[in-house]
């Protein structure tokens, strides 16, 4: 996940276009002819986009856009040192 990439996606597409694209990855991601480094990149995308719902449901409860980019990455990295 990188925060420049998540911060790019939350700030130019609404929350419906993210959901989209996250669902035609997913099915893109089912074809048997896609190879592993194709594979890691389609999920390095919906990573990515998923945080940007997130960080997009951080604002919608009132937090600024940087504390909500902060706090999702600080809620990624808690996760990962367990």
Avoid: Y
């Avoid at 996606?9 to 896609?34: F, H, K, W, Y």
């Avoid at 940007?52 to 990295?77: P, Q, R, Y």
């Amino acid at each position: 996940m990188k925060l420049p990439v998540i911060k790019q996606i939350q700030r130019s597409c609404s929350v419906a276009q993210i959901e989209t694209a996250i669902t035609v990855l997913e099915n893109t991601s089912e074809a048997l002819s896609l190879k592993e480094e194709e594979l890691n990149a389609i999920g390095e995308l919906i990573s990515n986009m998923c945080g940007a719902l997130e960080v997009h449901e951080l604002i919608a409860s009132g937090m600024s856009e940087k504390d909500a980019g902060n706090t999702f990455m600080k809620k990624v990295l808690g996760s990962i040192d367990q």
